[in-house]
C-alpha cells in the first residue's frame, strides 16, 4: 500500500508564510509528477501546483511569484513554500502522486488526506 502524508498547515496571518510537506511511503518503485491542490468552501478543488520528477513545474496563474513547489526524490517529499499568502489561500491543501508500486504495475494516482491552511486578514 502507498500512503501520502501532509503537514504543515496552519494558521497565518495576511502576508504571512507557510511550508506544506508531503511524504510519500510505502510499495514504491517509483514516482512520476506530484502536485498540490486546494479545496475551498463551497468550491472545486483546483489545481495549486505540480512537479514533474525532473523538476518542470507548473502553478495556477492565482498563486505565480508567490508559492513555489519542490520535491526530494531521494525523500518521496514534495514540498509547497507559501509566501505573501492572502485570506483567498484560505483552503485544505490536498497533495497527490502518480505512483508505480512495482517494475510489473501500473502507475496509480494517490491522494494525502489534506491539510488546512487558513489566513487571516
Known amino acids: 500500500q502507498v500512503q501520502l502524508v501532509e503537514s504543515g498547515g496552519g494558521l497565518v496571518q495576511a502576508g504571512g508564510s507557510l511550508r506544506l510537506s508531503c511524504a510519500a511511503s510505502g510499495r514504491i518503485f517509483s514516482i512520476d509528477a506530484m502536485g498540490w491542490y486546494r479545496q475551498a468552501p463551497g468550491k472545486q478543488r483546483e489545481l495549486v501546483a505540480n512537479?514533474?520528477?525532473?523538476?518542470?513545474?507548473n502553478y495556477a496563474d492565482s498563486v505565480k511569484d508567490r508559492f513555489t513547489i519542490s520535491r526530494d526524490n531521494a525523500k518521496n517529499t514534495v514540498y509547497l513554500q507559501m509566501n505573501s499568502l492572502k485570506p483567498e489561500d484560505t483552503a485544505v491543501y490536498f497533495c497527490?502522486?502518480?505512483?508505480?508500486?512495482?517494475?510489473?504495475?501500473?502507475?496509480?494516482?494517490?491522494w494525502g488526506q489534506g491539510t488546512q491552511v487558513t489566513v487571516s486578514s
Open positions: 512537479i514533474a520528477r525532473g523538476g518542470s513545474t
Open positions: 497527490n502522486a502518480g505512483i508505480t508500486s512495482s517494475l510489473w504495475d501500473m502507475r496509480s494516482l494517490y
